[in-house]
């Protein structure tokens, strides 16, 4: 590129030559058309490279950096539902003792909850074990760290064919010479009393009425029972589909008292109340047997 100083000095050479053609004899004309054209020129070349040197350089304009997102902070997560186990519970292909035992979860396993039944007064939820098939716990078998309110109603299996089953004991009496203590007896209170354990030669009680529910104690009012009028007759609630039940009976109700008179239980001790109850579970196409009720006669042996 030629510097300003550069372009005047052509310009002044240019001109002496013009200058000097016009005192030319003869060449007036032709030198000064020449001259024009060549100041012309220079002109243009000039002009030119003031206008290349005058225009700032064109840039590329960065495309604009995008904006940074943000990485969102993780919510808290809501504790796992779980449940502990209390004692070692078979654990169902579904919420009742009439599905089939999936596997046996030991006492202090804790497992994950999915859902619950919907049977408000016999709650079963069902857990997924480590490594294991989906299952199903009876309520009583566990403590939770979370309120059962939570949890969504899960899909039951289909209710599986079943064999029905029964329930048999008896209420027998508790042998113990209260007075003198001795074989069968414990002390008690100052004295003695039945020892609660249904020891050989200890006979039924005929004609005690006893009631059955559904479910865990207390609960009745599905039907009745009463034990046979010989010594070894006991009693029997039968043709029950598996589950849960509770059976009752009650010293002064139901025509008992006449037939028990002054006494207590001693199996199970009920602490001086008339009403003795235990929750007995039935398997399919099982006999429960020796759900016992055992008295203790005030003025007998």
């Not at 003792?97 to 408000?120: C, E, F, H």
């Not at 009496?173 to 003695?192: E, R, S, T, W």
């Not at 109700?253 to 039935?282: F, K, M």
């Amino acid at each position: 590129m030629r510097s300003s100083g550069q372009l005047h000095w052509l310009l002044s050479v240019v001109l002496l030559v013009v200058l000097a053609g016009c005192n030319l004899p003869g060449m007036e004309s032709a030198a000064a058309r020449q001259a024009t054209a060549q100041m012309q020129t220079v002109e243009a070349v000039m002009t030119a490279e003031t206008q290349a040197t005058d225009t700032p350089a064109t840039t590329d304009t960065p495309e604009p950096s995008p904006t940074p997102t943000e990485t969102p902070v993780p919510s808290a997560t809501t504790p796992s539902r779980l449940a502990r186990l209390t004692t070692d519970a078979n654990c169902r292909s579904g919420p009742g003792t009439i599905y089939d035992v999936r596997q046996v979860l030991a006492n202090g396993t804790s497992v994950p909850v999915v859902s619950k039944n919907a049977d408000p007064n016999n709650v079963w939820i069902e857990v997924q074990p480590a490594g294991g098939l989906p299952c199903w716990l009876s309520i009583i078998t566990v403590t939770l760290n979370f309120n059962t309110n939570e949890l969504a109603v899960g899909v039951i299996p289909p209710t599986p064919i079943y064999t029905p089953g029964k329930i048999v004991g008896a209420v027998y009496h508790d042998f113990c010479d209260n007075a003198a203590g001795g074989q069968g007896c414990v002390a008690y209170n100052g004295g003695y009393r039945a020892n609660g354990l249904l020891d050989l030669g200890e006979l039924s009680i005929p004609n005690v009425t006893l009631r059955l529910g559904a479910g865990d104690c207390p609960s009745v009012g599905l039907t009745t029972a009463t034990t046979g009028p010989g010594p070894s007759d006991g009693y029997v609630f039968d043709d029950l589909k598996p589950g849960k039940y509770c059976v009752t009976v009650i010293a002064d109700a139901d025509g008992n008292g006449s037939i028990l008179g002054p006494g207590w239980w001693t199996s199970p001790d009920t602490n001086g109340s008339e009403t003795a109850r235990r929750t007995v579970t039935v398997e399919s196409g099982a006999t429960t047997a020796a759900v016992t009720f055992g008295w203790d006669f005030e003025n007998q042996p």
